[in-house]
């Protein structure tokens, strides 16, 4: 499996592609999957962020998504977001025009 994140990441998360669409999501608590970061399970330190990213393993095997990995994140008041651009970008989808698609309903990714 890929790894996007720095190795003395605090705060991980687990996100994949979803194989019927493409789409970009994100595990949460339950194990589904959510095209919403804000929820996605987060995990503290190396060992529950690994714990997290094994609960994707059935996903994958039941072809719901492909390639999950861990990414940093960063807890803040307003929620979660993402500690990379390469993730920043990859939650608003293509960078081509800010007022359509994902981006358009993304409020303050590109403020």
Known sequence: MAQHTRKGAQFQ???ANRLADGIVVYLTEN???SESLQEAA???GKEAAEALL?????TVENNIVVEPYLFEVIQE???IRAASVRETIRQAGPTVRLDLGKQAELSGVHS
């Not at 094994?54 to 059935?58: G, K, V, Y």
């Open 13 to 15: 998360a687990v996100t």
């Open 31 to 33: 194990a589904e999957w």
């Open 42 to 44: 987060v995990a503290e």
């Open 54 to 58: 094994a609960r994707a393993a059935p």
């Open 77 to 79: 008041d307003a929620g």
